[in-house]
């Protein structure tokens, strides 16, 4: 549900949460800024909702305010000026128990009182699914939330893109295009893991532009057989080198069900992958697991200005009462979408797409 009667705001909150992704500085930046020119007075929440609950870490305040000096100078940054945490979901924190196990607690109603005593008027929530999710039973309990979709991912539903995710496809399509002449030099196969948790968005898109002979993503199983197959192809036509990109999601047609571990975390999928290849083609391989580099450092110019985007529309958002909602681009218009829809289901690469169709047709292999 959104409310449409503009509320009279006096002081609004900006945090960010889960992981980060190149383009959180420029959103708290042009959210910042559009809130003073309203007369609004703006507070940064570190580490998500953290700040509120730890008033003080190392002599660093838990809320910090948000003037136009304090955001001088940052849309280009990396990271994010108000920190962030995956470990923060204030429904569920992790606390030590006296016995020395791990248990959780449910803090939410502590951190709507925060809000409330705060006279925070509405809150600009910058995250990913979970952040948002989170944002989400925030907003049923009563506070008044906008969600601003960052993920290198590209993984939430309602809007085309996130921010984050072009940088993430541009660093690893460099680093895919920079294993070509050494993959050439050794005649070897050369497999690279990318990140995207349960989908194959940058995979995809990198593969596509990095010239990959194979990529692996989630939404369409594989077979070693079928990659063999395409590796044994380029041999026979003299070209005795092969790239493989394998989101780090991927999964085998049979076997594994997932290459994630107890806490969601993947990980190891290229050096199975790349034994596999060996064993059934005989052929020296190499591994590269790209990892965090696809999230540091500076945001693309496209990032920039779609951040920058958000983090406005956020505040006309909040201006014009549309709480309970989540900016999102459709086409090239920048909306307000009920952050419900959001964050109800993961947005997956649909197997038949347009931009599996043009890989398939540039002879690219998805190894099924
Ligand atoms: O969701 C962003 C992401 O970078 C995923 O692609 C990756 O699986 C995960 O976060 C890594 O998380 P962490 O930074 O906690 O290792």
Redesign the pocket.
């Known amino acids: 549900m959104t409310e449409s009667t503009p509320p009279t705001v006096r002081r609004i909150a900006i945090n960010t949460g889960?992981?980060?992704?190149p383009g959180l500085n420029a959103v708290i930046r042009a959210a910042t800024l559009a809130a003073l020119r309203e007369g609004w007075e703006v507070l940064g929440i570190r580490r998500g909702y953290m700040g509120l609950l730890e008033p003080e870490v190392d002599g660093e305040p838990g809320v910090m305010q948000l003037t136009a000096n304090a955001v001088r100078g940052i849309t280009h940054l990396g990271g994010t000026i108000l920190g962030t945490t995956?470990r923060g979901n204030p429904f569920g924190l992790e606390v030590r128990q006296p016995d020395g196990t791990w248990g959780k607690v449910d803090r939410s109603d502590e951190i709507v009182e925060c809000f409330r005593k705060r006279e925070i008027d509405a809150l600009i929530a910058i995250g990913?699914d979970g952040s948002l999710s989170i944002a989400h039973a925030l907003y049923n309990k009563g506070l008044p939330v906008i969600g601003v979709p960052k993920?290198?991912?590209n993984?939430l539903s309602a809007t085309d893109v996130t921010f984050g995710f072009q940088t993430a496809v541009e660093v690893a399509t460099d680093a895919i295009g920079r294993l070509h002449s050494t993959a050439e030099a050794h005649q070897r196969v050369m497999v690279v893991q990318l990140?995207?948790?349960h989908t194959g968005w940058?995979a995809l898109e990198s593969g596509i532009s990095g010239g990959a002979d194979v990529i692996l993503i989630p939404e369409i199983p594989y077979h070693v057989d079928r990659i063999a197959e395409k590796v044994r192809e380029r041999d026979v036509q003299g070209r005795r080198f092969s790239i493989v990109v394998v989101a780090?999601?991927a999964q085998p047609a049979d076997g594994v069900a997932s290459y994630a571990d107890a806490s969601?975390?993947?990980g190891g999928i290229a050096d199975r992958v790349a034994e596999q290849i060996t064993e059934v083609t005989g052929k020296e391989t190499r591994t590269l697991v790209l990892g965090?580099i696809?999230?540091g450092g500076e945001p693309i110019a496209y990032d920039r200005s779609l951040a920058l985007r958000f983090g406005a529309a956020a505040v006309r958002c909040i201006r014009e009462g549309s709480l309970g909602t989540m900016v999102a681009l459709q086409g090239n218009r920048i909306r307000a979408v009920p952050l419900g829809d959001a964050v109800h289901d993961i947005k997956r690469v649909p197997a038949d797409s347009e931009l599996v169709m043009t890989a398939r047709q540039l002879g690219i292999s998805f190894g099924d």
Request: charged content about 30%.
């Open positions: 889960g992981g980060d992704a995956t990913g993920t290198i991912d993984d990140m995207g948790r940058i780090e999601g969601g975390r993947y965090h696809q999230r």
